[in-house]
C-alpha cells in the first residue's frame, strides 16, 4: 500500500495514497507550515 509521510511526532504520520482523490481542508496560522505540507504531498503524489 504506498503511503506518503507528512510528518513524525512520537510517531510517523502517513497519508495513504488511495485516499489522495478526497477533498480535505488545510487550515492554520501564518508560518505553520500549510504550504510546506501541500508541497510534500504533491511530490509524493507525483512518485
Same mark, same amino acid.
Given at each position: 500500500?504506498?503511503?506518503?509521510? =507528512?510528518?513524525?511526532?512520537?510517531?510517523? @504520520?502517513?497519508? =495513504?495514497?488511495?485516499?489522495?482523490?478526497?477533498?480535505? =481542508?488545510?487550515?492554520?496560522?501564518?508560518?505553520?507550515?500549510?504550504? @510546506?505540507? =501541500?508541497? @510534500?504531498?504533491?511530490?509524493?503524489?507525483?512518485?
Amino acid at each position: 500500500m504506498d503511503r506518503i509521510l =507528512l510528518g513524525r511526532g512520537e510517531r510517523p @504520520v502517513h497519508l =495513504l495514497a488511495r485516499y489522495g482523490n478526497r477533498h480535505g =481542508l488545510v487550515a492554520g496560522a501564518t508560518g505553520t507550515g500549510k504550504t @510546506v505540507s =501541500l508541497l @510534500v504531498m504533491a511530490e509524493g503524489f507525483s512518485r
